[in-house]
């Protein structure tokens, strides 16, 4: 079982910045392909950048060039970096693992943390 935990959320001015953490358990971390969603209350979850195991990235085109995804495996954590923040981007971040990188794509991941919320106000 994997466990995740998100942090690094907060309130920020348009423009800003924000890094979301997210620290994963157990000792298999590095076989696992990582990703970010977000999700408005009643909406679906979207994906918003992934990483394969191998470090392959990939980003929403609505993100792209302002977000940045990374991995550290030797701290079990994925990364987040948030630059250009608009209020469009204001949701509660969730991150998901799967040792599947098409399932972390496809928003079926086997495991899922509880979420931050990112407000970004204009």
């Known amino acids: 079982q994997v466990q995740l935990v998100e942090s690094g959320g907060g309130s920020v001015q348009a423009g800003g910045s924000l890094r979301l953490s997210c620290a994963a358990s157990?000792?298999?971390?590095?076989?696992?392909?990582m990703g970010w969603f977000r999700q408005a209350p009643g909406k679906e979850r979207e994906l918003v950048a992934a990483?394969?195991?191998?470090?392959?990235?990939y980003y929403a085109d609505s993100v792209k060039g302002r977000f940045t995804i990374s991995r550290d495996n030797t701290k079990n954590t994925v990364y987040l970096q948030m630059n250009s923040l608009k209020p469009e981007d204001t949701f509660v971040y969730y991150c998901?693992?799967?040792?599947?990188?098409?399932?972390?794509?496809?928003?079926?991941?086997?495991?899922w943390g509880q979420g931050t919320q990112v407000t970004v106000s204009s």
């Open positions: 998901a693992a799967d040792e599947l990188r098409s399932t972390v794509l496809g928003g079926r991941s086997s495991y």
């Open positions: 990483i394969s195991s191998g470090g392959s990235t």
């Open positions: 157990g000792r298999t971390f590095s076989r696992y392909a």
